[in-house]
């Protein structure tokens, strides 16, 4: 099993920046799919951004593209969400993912609250 923990949320004001990371154990991770969701109170989680690791490919939802960036430093199997131009509404709890090649999730991470002020 895969074990993942982040990192890097807090408190913001509007128009700031944070980031977040994600740490994964093992020495599989060049062969992930790492993702980002969010979640906030009574909805569902909902995807933010991956980026394939073996490769640096990377997605973003519409909400956060130009804003948000995800990378990886395979030597240290992390995976970060650079996070800039912050809005109210980026307001949640923020988790990371390992997704295998078979498109199943093999962990996810505790989450970490990112709280923007407006």
């Known amino acids: 099993q895969v074990q993942l923990v982040e990192s890097g949320g807090g408190l913001v004001q509007a128009g700031g920046s944070l980031r977040l990371s994600c740490a994964v154990s093992g020495r599989t991770f060049g062969t992930y799919t790492m993702a980002w969701f969010r979640q906030t109170p009574g909805k569902e989680r909902t995807f933010v951004s991956s980026?394939?690791?073996?490769?640096?490919?990377?997605y973003y939802a519409d909400s956060v593209k130009g804003r948000f960036t995800i990378s990886r430093d395979n030597a240290k199997n992390t995976v970060y969400l650079q996070m800039s131009s912050l809005k109210p509404e980026d307001t949640a709890v923020y988790y990371c993912a390992a997704e295998n090649n078979l498109g199943m999730y093999l962990g996810w991470g505790q989450g970490t609250q990112v709280t923007v002020s407006s």
């Open positions: 980026i394939i690791v073996s490769v640096g490919d990377t």
